[in-house]
């Protein structure tokens, strides 16, 4: 079992930045890649960036591709997500993910355990 506790949303200014956390616990951390999703109002959930166990490999969804940064230490069993030049499109529920098999997470890719979200706001 992996438990996931997400933190760092709230509201934002529309260019501004925000940095998401999820602590993990329950399993070695650097045994589990990990990622983050991201839900918004009326459409399902996506994938947004994948990290690997040991953090060397990372991918994005083209639409956050060279804005979003993801990150992890595996000293402190967490990952982070600094967001930057945000735009109201990314207002949606983000989730952090992760999972014992996988080694990079991707657009197909659906990850066993899952935090409880967090609510990010772009405000125009």
């Known amino acids: 079992q992996v438990q996931l506790v997400e933190s760092g949303g709230g509201l934002v200014q529309s260019g501004g930045s925000l940095r998401l956390s999820c602590a993990a616990s329950?399993?070695?951390?650097?045994?589990?890649?990990m990622g983050w999703f991201r839900q918004a109002p009326g459409k399902e959930r996506a994938f947004v960036a994948g990290?690997?166990?040991?953090?060397?490999?990372?991918r994005y969804a083209d639409s956050v591709k060279d804005r979003f940064t993801i990150s992890r230490d595996n000293a402190k069993s967490t990952m982070y997500l600094q967001m930057d030049s945000l735009n109201p499109e990314d207002t949606a529920v983000y989730y952090c993910?992760?999972?014992?098999?996988?080694?990079?997470?991707?657009?197909?890719?659906?990850?066993?355990?899952w935090g409880q979200g967090t609510q990010v706001t772009v405000s125009s």
């Open positions: 993910a992760a999972d014992l098999t996988y080694s990079l997470f991707g657009p197909y890719t659906s990850p066993e355990y």
């Open positions: 329950g399993r070695t951390f650097d045994r589990i890649a």
């Open positions: 990290i690997s166990r040991s953090g060397n490999s990372v």
